[in-house]
């Protein structure tokens, strides 16, 4: 006996419906995979966000997603099987002619686990012998987490004893791994990308064929924003010898006009990471603390990035801990500090990043890589330094100096990350075309931000057709990321 099993517990609302006949991801499947000659018993683990479940299916609430719990939930369900074959519910694409090639391999060859490399995640299935679902299962008890963050949670099992398992590999017809391209429903972005492409392509389009789509038009990546930048002063505090001067035109941003836009960002995306601070220092904003506030309040994950010259006094009013500082120390001693922060102080600083460490945020010291701290990114890592973040230099499109120390620029160019995924504000609330570039493109206190994003969306996709802003072509930033 075999067992599909349709995994949804990343589902974030009920499943949109796609095409004339409106039908969601499970029916697409209920309708595709018909007969019980294959699969003998369907499964749908989900987490109470779908109604209407087809009565074929057996429908399975699961509360606790920890990987420990959710492999055994699939060990239960699956008792009497012989394999299982995990599938994203949330895809609406089903290519029943790809997943049963794999899936008679698998069984064929007696493969204890049958995936798939370089396709979008969320595609394409994983298929596991039961046996090998239990062992996964016994490593889950020593390293669980929770399969909501990280959706790869099988391969993530695997892969920490990978040559104890005999492992069957399907691989795509071009390698989409470093496009970071996920398909489903598991937060806005997913969905207006999965629905975009149902649009282009119907739901019938083999994963072949949606692969090569992909590779050759990326200027369809682009689906919401995931991260906004807020720099909320134009004040440098430090005068950080890697960063270029701010251009704000206003000293410290407008308080009604963030709140306006911690309400806008509700509706463009709920799962949005807020990072307030970019070149300027924010915790000398009168109102810092209650700017943080109005993001923490509507939920929204919120990171400082701070020189951590100094604390507002009410830093222990922050309404939650769902924040997190970056401390931007940049140096192991004092000697390096002077020459990357000419006017900081390196006793504050460190004075400050251990109070706000005691008050029990969680506090990371990050180093940006230059040749003027190589040689204390060495004696920090050999002195074992606790949340240590490594960042890599930036030129800003040539304005400032090469100080970097390697080159890690992939062979190939690719579209940029940024201008798929982030947006950056300064104090005066303009947006820029992004974080690295001077272009100012609009202003999110008078504009809304829906009309800024769809601008962004149009830059995205002429830069992904290759049209290029000369400051792109003079940018190694493309590549990194902020996922
Ligand atoms: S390539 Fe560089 S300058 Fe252009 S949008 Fe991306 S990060 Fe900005």
């Known amino acids: 006996m075999n067992t599909l099993i349709l995994d949804a517990l990343s589902n974030f609302r009920q499943l949109p419906t796609f095409g004339e006949n409106k039908f969601n991801s499970i029916e697409i499947i209920n309708n595709i995979e018909n007969d019980n000659e294959t699969f003998e018993w369907i499964i749908l683990l989900q987490n109470g966000k779908i109604d209407n479940v087809p009565t074929r299916f057996k429908n399975v609430l699961v509360s606790d997603t920890s990987a420990e719990n959710v492999l055994n939930v699939m060990i239960k369900e699956a008792k009497n099987s012989d394999n299982v074959v995990v599938v994203n519910a949330t895809n609406p694409f089903f290519d029943k002619e790809f997943i049963h090639k794999m899936f008679f391999q698998h069984r064929d060859f007696l493969a204890d686990y049958t995936y798939a490399i370089g396709y979008p995640d969320g595609l394409v299935p994983t298929i596991l012998s039961l046996s090998c679902l239990k062992q996964l299962q016994a490593i889950s008890k020593e390293n669980s987490f929770d399969v909501v963050k990280c959706k790869n949670y099988l391969f993530q099992l695997l892969s920490k004893d990978i040559n104890s398992f005999d492992v069957e590999t399907f691989v795509a017809p071009v390698d989409l791994r470093i496009k970071r391209i996920s398909i489903g ?203 240590i973040l490594i960042k890599k230099y930036s030129s800003y499109c040539n304005v400032l100096d090469d100080k970097k120390v390697v080159d890690l620029s992939p062979l190939e160019r690719f579209e940029c990350y940024h201008l798929r995924r982030d947006l950056y504000l300064d104090s005066a609330l303009d947006v820029y075309y992004c974080m690295y570039s001077n272009e100012k493109v609009g202003n999110a206190g008078e504009e809304k931000l829906v009309e800024l994003i769809n601008k962004q969306k149009k830059s995205f996709m002429s830069h992904a057709q290759g049209n290029m802003q000369d400051f792109c072509l003079k940018c190694d930033d493309y590549y990194t990321f902020n996922f």
Not at 201 to 215: E, H, K, R
Not at 313 to 320: F, G, T, V
């Open 185 to 387: 429903n598991s937060d806005l972005g997913e969905f207006i990308f999965t629905s975009s492409l149902v649009e282009k392509l119907g739901v019938n389009i083999a994963y072949d064929d949606l692969a090569n789509f992909l590779s050759e038009h990326s200027e369809n990546l682009f689906s919401t924003i995931y991260t906004m930048f807020v720099d909320i002063t134009d004040k440098e505090i430090t005068s950080a010898t890697y960063l270029p001067k701010c251009t704000s035109s206003i000293d410290f941003a407008n308080v009604e006009k963030i709140e306006k836009i911690a309400q806008e960002v509700t509706e463009v995306n709920s799962k949005m990471r807020i990072i307030i601070g970019n070149k300027c220092e924010p915790m000398i904003h009168p109102n810092f603390v209650d700017i943080v506030n109005k993001f923490l309040s509507k939920g929204f994950e919120v990171i400082v990035e701070t020189f951590g010259c100094e604390l507002p006094e009410n830093l222990n009013q922050l309404a939650d801990d769902n924040v997190t500082f970056v401390f931007k120390i940049d140096a192991e001693n004092e000697n390096t500090y002077k020459v990357v922060h000419p006017s900081g102080d390196y006793k504050t600083v460190l004075n400050n990043y251990e109070k706000v460490k005691g008050l029990g945020f969680k506090t990371y010291f990050q180093i940006i890589r230059t040749i003027e701290t190589e040689s204390d990114i060495e004696k920090l890592i050999k002195n074992k330094q606790e949340n």
